[in-house]
């Protein structure tokens, strides 16, 4: 049995008045999604429980068959994995953006969380002049270090010892600052013990980045500057049951997201890079197609994450949000299911994370539609693959991460 997971980043949504009173999903012109739902069933799910934080690390954890309740301890920590950073009992990560933050009528605010998506050489180069920063003005803090990831999305890893005290607590909360665009940021600082440090580290950022070569050219070339480190996501080193041993196959992740690379390095999973995704509006979904269909000669479970619909979501930009859907649906979904139809026996899995609201522009946690089709799935009576088509089937799957062992036909439930 070949087994494919279609992970629509944020697609969920809420109906939009620029959308005619349409959700995304209805909006966007989706016929390999609605072929699906045509042959398969559809139905709701939630990824992420009341007590942990509505995010992709929560949610995705989820919908890769790992009870968030029992495994989760961070964002952080989980894109430590993906650059193959091993965390001891003693670490610490923590999720470290470029942002930049302007003055606004209230004070000052989140103007773009990604510091103007910032290339990842720049940030580099910032980073480091971070960690100057850090040596000269924190003179008795040992074992902390910036380490580059991808554009805006960094770490700063703290190594332990056994005698010396936490610096942090896993009480610490950060607000998210994709969670903050275009508010004010006074109420949004780290809260718990640990929070003053990281608030220190955050409020001293400002001068260490302020006459950086990289920000100064930023702004020449109309640009917006990286003003500070944003830092969130706290958490210590999570034990992972492998994903073979727990469910009894191998599996593939294709994505442009250290989150779900990291997710993938400790579940056990490959991680296969595809040239051109970038994890933004702009990636390119027919290759991230192709590289499934090819993967799937190489493994039996393959799963390919899109960030594009979160991004448009963040951005409030509905229309961005129903291409991105569009694009999913036309160049992975419709190929995809194509080919599956070639290899005998399969099963095909289409789920958003989590929703995103265009209106408010931040993550949320609540019910997301799926669709299984394949082998052994009777067609149920739901035409189209919406969130209304999703709620009028009266099918609900809850936890979300209950939904893989469905999905695997494991529970007896398809």
Not at 10 to 24: I, N, V
Not at 277 to 288: C, H, Q, S, V, W
Not at 334 to 356: N, Q, Y
Request: glycine share 10%; net charge negative.
């Amino acid at each position: 049995m070949k087994y494919v997971i279609v992970i629509p980043d944020g697609a969920a949504d809420a109906p939009q008045d620029a959308l005619g009173g349409k959700t995304p999903f209805q909006a966007a012109r989706t016929p390999a999604l609605d072929a699906l739902a045509a042959r398969g069933h559809v139905g709701l799910t939630n990824h992420v429980p009341e007590s942990l934080p509505p995010g992709s690390e929560v949610a995705c954890m989820s919908l890769m068959g790992y009870d968030p309740l029992a495994y989760f301890t961070g964002r952080a920590p989980l894109e430590a994995a993906a650059q193959g950073i091993v965390l001891g009992p003693h670490d610490w990560a923590v999720r470290c953006n470029l942002v930049t933050i302007a003055p606004g009528d209230s004070g000052p605010m989140m103007e773009d969380f990604t510091a103007g998506h910032i290339s990842t050489e720049e940030a580099a180069d910032l980073l480091a002049a971070c960690q100057r920063g850090l040596a000269a003005e924190f003179p008795d803090l040992a074992g902390w270090e910036f380490k580059p990831g991808v554009s805006y999305r960094n770490l700063l890893i703290h190594r332990g010892r056994d005698a010396a005290p936490a610096p942090l607590s896993g009480d610490l909360r950060a607000t998210p600052p994709h969670d903050l665009m275009d508010k004010p940021i006074a109420d949004a600082f780290p809260r718990g013990f640990g929070s003053r440090l990281l608030a220190d580290i955050m409020g001293r950022s400002a001068t260490w980045l302020a006459d950086h070569p990289v920000n100064k050219a930023r702004l020449a070339a109309g640009k917006r500057p990286a003003t500070h480190v944003w830092l969130w996501g706290v958490g210590k080193a999570p034990a992972f049951e492998p994903f073979h041993e727990k469910y009894g196959t191998s599996g593939t992740m294709i994505t442009a997201v250290d989150l779900l690379r990291g997710l993938a390095a400790l579940a056990g999973w490959k991680r296969r890079e595809v040239p051109g995704a970038t994890g933004y509006l702009d990636t390119d979904y027919a290759a991230k197609g192709r590289a499934v269909i090819d993967e799937l000669s190489h493994t039996d479970l393959v799963c390919v994450h899109v960030e594009a619909p979160d991004e448009a979501s963040h951005q409030g930009n509905a229309a961005e949000k129903v291409k991105a859907i569009e694009e999913i649906d036309a160049k992975i979904v419709g190929p995809i299911a194509k080919h599956l139809e070639s290899l005998g026996p399969h099963r095909i899995l289409v789920c958003p994370d989590h929703p995103t609201f265009i209106a408010t522009k931040t993550h949320s946690r609540g019910r997301v539609p799926f669709v299984i089709a394949g082998s052994d799935i009777a067609a149920g009576v739901q035409k189209t693959f919406d969130e209304v088509a999703a709620a009028a089937s009266g099918r609900v799957l809850e936890p979300g991460w209950k939904l893989m062992g469905t999905f695997l036909g494991k529970d007896g439930m398809v």
